[in-house]
């Protein structure tokens, strides 16, 4: 018989007791709060994904950096692009039904194969990825739908943490409340990066084969959606044999997926990519190849066009980050006012230095500079270059509308001639001293070779702006007034430049142009086009109309001339400025357009630092000013700035159709002349010769030349007459260039 023992029972000490206590109602407090925790994050889960919109899928729309294009009319008159503007990321949104129907297909079969059944979340996807990525290195990456991706394009969250997964299930469930699932798709493949720069399926069909996402095949599109999700390694510029490993496997997901058929995915895969980096893309597409080169740096035009643009929506009350951020940024439409035809001229005549005089130099800084600008009767600039050689940097020195320089002579007509003629103080013939004035106690100014004229000595208008004398427009200066003068050019003619009326209302600035500051060939060209279109100034602009991302035009150029001098006046200016390219001492003669008529005026500054010509067709108006970028004496033979005129724009002319200045007005009228007296031709007169008078102020007839002398000015009455002066025939140089004295401001001549 076995023996029993016995055994005791242990029993728990007070002490340990008090802490088994502590421990279990610490417990039961944790579990009570991660409870708590639990049910609230699940409330603000509900709330969150079942609450009021979180994103806005409209105003990331507006707001995304978009890409802005500028267009340019071509031969058809229907808007090409010409170029693109865009800052950090290249987009152009595209709706869906403007894609490929491939490409919405190639991105769900390797992205979200359930994207069209799952409700934003792939749970099993998800939690399956999360798992994964923190087994294998801490990351959270994997698992997400295509609507979470969209989010995280849009928000800019791109940290691998769990707190960003979270917040992206939560946001997509949200979202998929409000939006339909194309519309989640359209946001996203306008969002998402495909290396290049290439924000969007759009610039990456024009990237990689230089097509519009509407016209990519089925193999296109599936090279384009694997570069997603590696951009570096599959970017078929750079990775052309990754690329087509990946798009087969692509298309092998869509074929598991029945979204294409067998027949489709033999097709696909045995079809040849070529990228627009490939020898015959580029041989096929040369035109607009050299096109997309050319446009890294942007042409002059393009550069003024940006500017304008940036300047009209500052006025409009944008500030300067706001209108560059919408230049760059804000996928705007700008339908731009440039004759392609004449800018190509025009900048390949300019980047080869065409008729240039040949130079040898140390510095480019002693290279010889030139700037041009065309335009037409309305204020279109056509064409427009501001600088000599090759263009190297966006936005530089466009000399066309930056460099401000003495005009010259080439003032003169603006200055002087018209508002004489207008003011009813001169006709074409009225004869005027060739006499310097007394100005600071000094006789001022001479002609060509300091030539100082005589006080007995009168030539006529016509004559004074063909040749280009000083002396003449001084006197005529005196007779107006400084101010008539200065208002007229800046008021009617808008030269903006000759902004300091302090120093502007001076003989030297206004009748010789010898302003301290001066002009550009912008404003010289839309002030001489008032001598070619009836006397109207127009405000030059460089673009039609700009719209924003949804199409809507929030800027618009629709020019009205402002009527600044009479068709009357306009038309005999026109008339009398045609003598200085085909009168025999005119200072632009051999500068003519070929197989058009031509007017305009030339310029010559003090020390021979400026060159100038404007001259204008029936067709164009345009304004050459040719130099150094600083105050340097041409030394080149002849004008350069007519050469380069000429050159350019018999190139611009060139089988353009005959064509005539309008007339404008029926106020005008052809007479016969006595070059002695300037008045209307007798009988008696032994020379005479025509000119164009406003019917409004006809001279009296000559009275003199039979024996009857007389000594009084130009009128409209019978009995006036004009003193007798000179042959006009005598001969002198084209141009004239003198210094002024000391007490006069520097003064340019001719």
Known sequence: MRKKTRTTKKTMSPKKKKILRILLAIAFTGIMTCAIICVNILGNMI?????EKIIDLEFYKENQDQTTI?????????????TKLHGEENRVWVDMENMSEWMPKAFVAIEDSRFYTHKGVDWFSSTFGIIRSIVADGDIRGGSTITMQLIKNLTGEKGLTLNR????????LNMEKYYEKDELLEAYLNTIYLSHNCYGVQTAAETYFGKDVADLNLAECASIAVITQEPA??????????????????????LEAEMITQEQYDEAVAYELIFTNDDRYIAEHEESVEKATDNEIQSYYVDYVISSVIRDLKEQGYSNYEANKMIYSGGLRIYSAVDTRV???????????????TQRVSNVKDMYQSAMTIMDYSGRIVAMVGGAGEKTENRSNNRAVSAVRQPGSSIKPLTIYAPAIEEDIITWSSKIKNYGITWKGRRWPTNYGGDPGSPNSYITAQYAVAISYNTVPAQLLMMMGFDLSYDYLTEKFHITTYNDKEDSVSPSAL?????????TTLQMAAAFATFGNGGKYYEPYSYYEVKNSAGETILQNKPE???VISPETSFVMNQMLQTVYYGSMGTARGYSVKGFTTFGKTGTTTSNNDRWCVGGTPYYISAV??????????????????????????RVHKNLADKSFEKYTNKVAKKTYCMETGLLASDQCPKVASGWYKTSMIPATCKSCNGEVVESTTGTGDESTTAPTPNESTTLPPETTQAPPPEVPETPAA
């Open 47 to 51: 709330s969150i994904a079942n609450g």
């Open 70 to 82: 500028i267009y340019a009319k071509n031969e058809e008159d229907k808007f090409i692009e010409l």
């Open 165 to 172: 997964k979270f917040n992206e299930i939560l946001y997509a």
């Open 233 to 254: 390694a599959r970017d078929p510029l750079w990775k052309p044999e990754a690329n087509k490993s990946r798009q087969e496997w692509c298309l092998g997901k869509m």
């Open 343 to 357: 800018q190509n001229i025009l900048e390949d005549v300019y980047v080869h230095r065409t008729n240039f005089p």
């Open 511 to 519: 009748a010789t142009g010898g302003s301290t500051g001066g002009t």
């Open 561 to 563: 001339g402002e009527q």
């Open 625 to 650: 000013w040719f130099g150094y970028d600083y105050n340097k004496s041409i030394t080149a033979s002849g004008n350069p700035a007519g050469l380069i005129f000429q050159t350019v724009m018999n």
